[in-house]
């Protein structure tokens, strides 16, 4: 699943730690302090209506814990974390009925054993047809106000049903995924555990994805030990070397995208930016990004700051997959980036030596953190499609 779908309304609000924000209208002062998402693709259809109310979980409300470098999990207030509903998104995040011909789950894209990606430029759908962008981790998406990488879904729970039904991905209506879920007497017990009496609903199958998803958080870094935990020991000096780089103004500048704050990092200042990447040999725009969602001039080639966590197991790298390894990141940056009259500001070429940029790429590395607990699915999701 690679995160896909149409423009949706807001969800009423979000509760981070013991604060409730009335609605994401909020964030810039959440990105201020650095928290945020990650993960998209290329289609546009499939999104649950926003006359379909979900219907709020029973059991009782447990809390997410986060390692070291990450701040508290926000969570909406009408979608609460439960046993049940996590251990119902596992089993439906690895449930192949939700695709055409039963072919693919959302972790053929994301797979957990390689950090929830699928390894590949573009990922393959159900009917064969593959996409133009790179489907990225989930890892950590949960603090990310905006998903895909052009924005246009504002929850995790908003953007779950794009890519069942998106022609181009999972490629099955709605309304037969629900179906296959109900005819199973499994499912129809474990969606009445987490959510009551009552059918199975597209909300229903949202909301217990996007409750699972909250729960895959990495952090504890290498980096984080370093930097949060007073570990001076934590980091080797090449990935010393280069963080110092990464937050030179003058070297790599990296931190004016990629931020991290005095009590964690999510590497991310949320924003959209045009940084050369997707630019043809004529010097056009061969994917308009953020520019589709806000009809301005200035969005025409701009995506999503990814988080930089796990960057070293989630190659291949940008929206479109191109740049192949952290060596050729770190080279497309120093080169200031393709020319477009659309280009950040903040892109500019810029001098390292080569000792510069393989410290540069070792402390990318020191930002691999622990696994997410709890991460495979059931035996009841196997059996139901999986293998």
Same mark, same amino acid.
């Given at each position: 699943m690679r995160f896909f779908g149409n423009k949706s309304p807001n969800r009423p609000a979000i509760i981070f730690g013991n604060n409730v924000l009335k609605s994401f209208s909020a964030w810039p002062a959440l990105v201020s302090i650095g928290i945020l998402l990650v993960a998209e693709g290329c289609?546009?259809?499939?999104?649950?209506?926003?006359?379909?109310? &979900?219907?709020?979980?029973? $059991?009782?409300?447990?809390?997410?814990?986060?390692? @070291?470098?990450?701040?508290?999990?926000?969570?909406?207030? %009408? *979608? &609460?974390?439960? @046993?049940?509903?996590?251990?119902?998104?596992?089993?439906?995040?690895?449930?192949?009925?939700?695709?055409?011909?039963?072919s693919l789950a959302c972790a053929s894209c994301h797979n957990p054993l390689i950090d929830f990606t699928d390894g590949k430029r573009h990922s393959t759908g159900a009917a064969g047809k593959v996409g133009i962008r790179n489907a990225p981790t989930v890892i950590n998406a949960a603090y990310f106000p905006l998903q895909f990488w052009d924005g246009r879904a504002r929850s995790l729970e908003d953007q779950a049903g794009g890519p069942m039904a998106n022609t181009i991905e999972m490629d099955q209506a709605h309304d037969v995924s629900v179906a296959k879920l109900q005819a199973d007497p499994v499912y129809r017990a474990e969606f009445q555990k987490a959510f009551g009496p009552g059918p199975v609903t597209l909300a229903k199958v949202t909301d217990a994805i996007a409750s699972f998803e909250r729960t895959l958080v990495s952090g504890n870094s290498p980096f984080d030990r370093y930097e949060f935990g007073n570990d001076p020991a934590a980091l080797s000096p090449s990935a010393v070397r280069g963080l110092a780089v990464f937050r030179d103004p003058k070297r790599g500048n990296c931190i004016a995208c990629h931020t991290i704050g005095k009590k964690y990092a999510l590497f991310s200042d949320g924003k959209f930016h045009n940084i050369g990447i997707g630019?043809?040999?004529?010097?056009?725009?061969?994917?308009? $990004?953020?520019? *589709?969602?806000?009809?301005?001039?200035? %969005?025409?080639?701009?995506?999503?700051? &990814?988080?930089?966590?796990?960057?070293?197991?989630?190659? &291949?790298?940008?929206?479109?997959?191109?740049?192949k390894t952290l060596k050729d990141v770190v080279d497309f940056y120093a080169g200031g980036g393709n020319s477009n009259p659309y280009l950040d500001k903040q892109i500019k070429a810029i001098k390292l030596s080569g000792a510069e940029r393989a410290d540069l790429v070792e402390f990318l590395k020191s930002l691999t953190g622990e696994r997410p607990p709890d991460i495979a699915p059931s035996e009841t999701a196997q059996a139901g499609g999986t293998k």
């Amino acid at each position: 699943m690679r995160f896909f779908g149409n423009k949706s309304p807001n969800r009423p609000a979000i509760i981070f730690g013991n604060n409730v924000l009335k609605s994401f209208s909020a964030w810039p002062a959440l990105v201020s302090i650095g928290i945020l998402l990650v993960a998209e693709g290329c289609g546009r259809d499939g999104l649950r209506p926003a006359s379909l109310a &979900p219907a709020k979980p029973i $059991g009782a409300v447990v809390e997410i814990k986060t390692p @070291l470098g990450l701040p508290p999990v926000p969570v909406p207030p %009408d *979608n &609460p974390e439960t @046993l049940e509903t996590i251990a119902l998104g596992r089993q439906l995040f690895f449930e192949k009925r939700l695709s055409f011909h039963n072919s693919l789950a959302c972790a053929s894209c994301h797979n957990p054993l390689i950090d929830f990606t699928d390894g590949k430029r573009h990922s393959t759908g159900a009917a064969g047809k593959v996409g133009i962008r790179n489907a990225p981790t989930v890892i950590n998406a949960a603090y990310f106000p905006l998903q895909f990488w052009d924005g246009r879904a504002r929850s995790l729970e908003d953007q779950a049903g794009g890519p069942m039904a998106n022609t181009i991905e999972m490629d099955q209506a709605h309304d037969v995924s629900v179906a296959k879920l109900q005819a199973d007497p499994v499912y129809r017990a474990e969606f009445q555990k987490a959510f009551g009496p009552g059918p199975v609903t597209l909300a229903k199958v949202t909301d217990a994805i996007a409750s699972f998803e909250r729960t895959l958080v990495s952090g504890n870094s290498p980096f984080d030990r370093y930097e949060f935990g007073n570990d001076p020991a934590a980091l080797s000096p090449s990935a010393v070397r280069g963080l110092a780089v990464f937050r030179d103004p003058k070297r790599g500048n990296c931190i004016a995208c990629h931020t991290i704050g005095k009590k964690y990092a999510l590497f991310s200042d949320g924003k959209f930016h045009n940084i050369g990447i997707g630019v043809n040999e004529e010097g056009d725009l061969t994917d308009l $990004g953020r520019y *589709n969602e806000t009809k301005v001039d200035a %969005d025409k080639g701009a995506f999503k700051t &990814p988080t930089l966590r796990n960057v070293a197991k989630t190659a &291949p790298y940008m929206h479109d997959g191109s740049l192949k390894t952290l060596k050729d990141v770190v080279d497309f940056y120093a080169g200031g980036g393709n020319s477009n009259p659309y280009l950040d500001k903040q892109i500019k070429a810029i001098k390292l030596s080569g000792a510069e940029r393989a410290d540069l790429v070792e402390f990318l590395k020191s930002l691999t953190g622990e696994r997410p607990p709890d991460i495979a699915p059931s035996e009841t999701a196997q059996a139901g499609g999986t293998k």
